[in-house]
Structures are given as C-alpha cells and as structure tokens.
C-alpha cells in the first residue's frame, strides 16, 4: 500500500485548489448563498471543462474514470472552498446512485448527460419517521407512480431530474412532472439548499432496487467526509493566520500557550480525518473488505472533529467569530449540517458495531 499521493494526484489537488481560489473566492461564494439555488450555470459549465462532472465515471458515459481518492481530493478543496451548488448532489450522490443501480441503457441517459454537465440531479432519500438507513424506508411505488414525502432533499429546485429511494426500488421523476410539489426548507447550511418532496400519483421510471444502494451510499459518506477535511483545513488556515496578527497586552495572541494548544489540537484532528478519509478512499477503490467499516470511522471521526475544530475557531476569534463577515460561521454551519447528513458519529458507531457483529457470525457459521 503506498501511503503517500502520487505525482498525478498531488496534481490534481493542486489544480483543484487553484481553480477553487480564482473561481469561487468568498465574495463569489457568498454571491451565490443568497439566491434562492446557490447555483450558477457559469461556474457549473467551468466545472464541467475541467471534467470534474465525470471524474470517477467510465469513459464510455462521458466521465474520465479516475478513482475514488481522486474522488476525495476533489471534494477535500471543494469543501476548503465551501462549494455553494448542486455538485455534491448530482455527481457524487446522483451519480453513484446511477452507477450503482442503473443498467447500462439507464446510464446512457441519465448518467451520461451528468458527466457532459448538461444536467443536474439529486436523490431524495430521508423520509419523516425514517433515518439515513434505506431499509427504514416506507414510500413505496404503485404501478409506477409515487405517493408521499421525502424531507431534506438537497438542490432539489435547480435538478433536471430527481432520483426517489423507494421501498421497492429506485425511481426516476422528472422533476417538472405532474404530482410533485418542491418546497423549501430552512438549512443550517446556507450554501446547499434543501427542500422537501411531495408525490401524489407522480408518474416515476423504476431503475433498479435497492440492494446495490449501500455502495453509492458509501462513496457519498466518504466524499462528505472529505468536503469536512477540507471545511477544517481551511478553518484552521483563518484561525493561524487571525492568531499570528490579534494583539492583546501588546503580543499576538499566537504566543500565548493556551492559544497555542487550541490550535495544535485542531490540527490534530484536522490530520485525522484525512487519514481516515484517505484510507477510506483506498478502500472504496480496491473493494476492499473493511470498505465499509473504514468509511463508518472516517465519518464518525470527521463529524465530531468538523464540530470541534469549528469550536475551537469560533472560541480563538472570540466576537469575531460571531460576525457575518467572517466566514468562519459559514464553515461552522456546513460542518453541522453535513454532521447529521447520512448519518452521524452515533448512527456510524452503530453501523460499525453491526459489521463487526455480523463478520464474527459469518466467521462462527464457516468454524
């Protein structure tokens, strides 16, 4: 196993962090926060050209078919640079749902006019007496038509299509189809919007079912985990650089020990979750046994760590961590809002407990 990037993936994080930077700094960022989207058709064609709507999908649907740490790299400085949009929905959720579940004549149209970016998508999921487990699932579809509500269904207003988890299956809406009313919701997280679906009688295209599902699921933990990583980094990054210029009884705050341990710890777990990120990717990518379980700790980690180092930010600013012109708050809330999303650290800690749980039986049925 070889523990460090290689040249090509150093690049491509280097690339993806410039081009963050010039394309969408704060300004840009808190531009599209407050439309009703946060979507841009201009900086989602930008996305497009350097192929990132395609990044781990096969050649032969319109993608560039690089691997899952890629994958992560990617999402790392999207998240460093708190990405406003619907990326995160359609490629990573959206399309590995397709990958996972979709024939090939269903990727065809649907997966590949993603990888083209000539569409945008999001999968609803979570329901009112339901968690991020799809076998707790109840909407259930009848003759091809759908009725019920799905809850926190993230860019749901701007998707050319919606794919609805249902209990018998994955289908297809068209999101201007007949039957289906998109509200929005309020969200912690101002950059990603989220909406609540309602179907009544909504004609729907059933895809495939839900037993491949896990898999997109766990490459959307894992790619969410990363946007943390990144989240915290850059938390970190303001924070150093506010401690090595705020003065008080004449010095930089930076020299003061207290001040000092703060940020040492959040580098500390900044450091950890990338690596269980990091690991998690590889996984994922080698199908590797613990992919699963590795993905849980990567999760559980970077939704208490993104908490933390956002604390620790916020309490090193003190009233200036507070205000609307800092952007610290605004990492602070995706870190909170991705926190719960696909489970937190107490439903990835159970997840885990299940794994190792069911692995000892097998292993006792085959003694």
């Known amino acids: 196993m070889q523990f460090g990037l290689s040249e090509s993936q150093e690049s491509l994080k280097n690339s993806a962090r410039e081009f963050f930077t010039g394309e969408c700094p704060s300004p840009e960022m ?28 096969p050649e032969e649907y319109g993608g560039i078919a690089l691997g899952k740490v890629e994958l992560m790299l990617l999402m790392e400085e999207a998240g ?21 579940v979709g ?23 979570v329901e009112a007496n339901a968690n991020w487990n799809p076998q707790g699932i109840q909407l259930t579809a009848n003759n091809g038509k759908l009725s019920g509500e799905k809850i926190f269904v993230s860019d749901a207003a701007v998707a050319d299509f919606i ?13 201007k189809a007949r039957g289906l009313r998109i509200s929005a919701m309020s969200a912690m997280d101002l950059t990603r919007k989220l909406y609540v679906l309602e179907f009544s009688n909504t004609p729907a295209e059933e895809i495939g079912g839900i037993t491949n599902l896990p898999r997109a699921f766990d490459i ?4 969410l985990a990363a946007e943390l990583v990144g989240g915290m980094q850059r938390t970190l990054d303001i924070t150093v650089e506010y401690a090595k210029t705020r003065k008080q009884f004449g010095k930089p705050i930076g020299t003061f020990q207290a001040v000092q341990h703060q940020c040492a710890d959040m580098y500390l777990e900044t450091e950890s979750s990338r ?24 999760k559980m980690y970077a939704s208490d760590a993104a908490r ?50 069911d692995s000892g039986n097998v292993l006792a049925r085959s003694a």
């Open 30 to 57: 808190r531009r599209l926060m407050e439309t009703d989207t946060a979507y841009d058709a201009a900086l989602w064609s930008k996305l497009t050209q350097q192929g990132y709507t395609g990044i781990i999908f």
């Open 80 to 100: 460093r640079a708190l990405l406003p949009g619907p990326f995160f929905s359609t490629v990573v959720l959206a399309g590995s749902v397709l990958e996972a």
């Open 103 to 125: 024939t090939p004549a269903h990727k065809k149209t649907f997966l590949a006019p993603i990888c083209r970016g000539e569409v945008r998508s999001t999968v609803a999921i």
């Open 163 to 175: 794919l609805v988890v249902a209990r018998n299956g994955v289908f297809v809406v068209d999101s």
């Open 220 to 223: 959307a933990t894992a790619a």
């Open 275 to 298: 690596s269980a990120v990091y690991y998690a990717a590889w996984a994922l990518g080698e199908n590797s046994p613990d992919a699963a379980a590795a993905v849980s700790i990567a």
């Open 308 to 357: 933390t180092v956002g604390n620790r930010g916020i309490q090193i600013h003190g009233g200036m961590g507070f205000t609307w012109e800092n952007d610290l708050h605004l990492y602070y809330r995706r870190a909170k809002a991705s926190e719960t999303a696909f489970g937190d650290a107490t439903f990835h800690r159970e997840r885990i407990a299940s794994l190792v749980i």
